[in-house]
């Protein structure tokens, strides 16, 4: 069978098939999920039962679903998950042979991408919306105001999965890209770097907490459709990274 014939037997989802079965039979990406939805639920279960906590003396206690920073932090547990699903035939050494498997390379990363997308979105369903909606529910939102809410925690959770799953695939490394996407806040909050809120607001996570309606910072905010345009951007650019790699670095 040569290489044409092979490329028109393989269908786009087989494609997508072969790679969500990579996704969801990873034992990190396994854990990972669990973690986050442990995490999750632990937060939503502290906000339901009431525990407040005091940030200084100056100011009343408040719930942890007010601290939007300590909220959004399972995501970066939540990450490894679209990074495993970009990396991992890279640190395995099984790229050669999925190419070799699926020589259409555009339709491997459409399908790499459409099972990503899969993986998250099914991923999202039993990890974000349960503790969103005990949350919600415990701080009396309304049901016009909890989907608001739930859509836009979606929608972080989903671009931020797809800003991940090309910068690991462009880096080629499942420890490199979490590690910038994590130390990117906390570079931010050492305040080196506040003299220039104008270029930090448009950094992922800035820009994912303001979508979500809760800033780190007064300085970094943005409006809801401007952060959620810069995600979408963030997300476009790195994903057009990833596929010019494949395409053409790893050829």
């Not at 996704?23 to 339901?48: C, K, Q, R, Y």
């Amino acid at each position: 069978m040569n290489v044409n014939t092979l490329q028109k037997k393989i269908r786009i989802r087989d494609v997508v098939s072969a790679e969500l079965t990579k996704i969801i039979s990873h034992p990190v990406a396994i854990a990972a999920l669990a973690l986050t939805i442990i995490i999750n639920l632990a937060f939503a279960i502290i906000d339901a039962i009431g525990v407040s906590f005091y940030v200084n003396s100056n100011q009343p206690p408040a719930t942890i679903s007010s601290f939007g920073v300590v909220m959004f932090f399972p995501i970066y547990v939540f990450l490894i998950l679209p990074v495993i699903a970009a990396s991992s035939e890279y640190k395995e050494g099984q790229f050669r042979m999925t190419l070799t498997a699926t020589p259409n390379r555009q339709r491997l990363i459409i399908g790499k991408l459409i099972a990503m997308v899969m993986a998250v979105l099914s991923a999202i369903v039993v990890a974000l919306i349960p503790p969103r909606l005990i949350i919600g529910m415990t701080d009396g939102l309304s049901f016009g105001f909890l989907i608001v809410d739930l859509g836009r925690w979606i929608a972080v959770y989903l671009l931020m999965s797809i800003i991940a799953f090309g910068l690991a695939g462009f880096l080629r490394s499942m420890i490199t890209p979490l590690a910038i996407l994590i130390m990117i806040p906390i570079f931010v909050a050492t305040g080196v770097l506040l003299h220039w809120p104008e270029i930090l607001r448009f950094l992922p996570d800035q820009a994912s907490m303001s979508l979500l309606g809760t800033p780190a910072y007064e300085v970094t905010e943005l409006p809801v459709a401007m952060a959620l345009l810069t995600l979408i951007c963030w997300a476009l650019l790195w994903t057009l990274a990833y596929w010019i790699t494949v395409i053409r670095r790893d050829s």
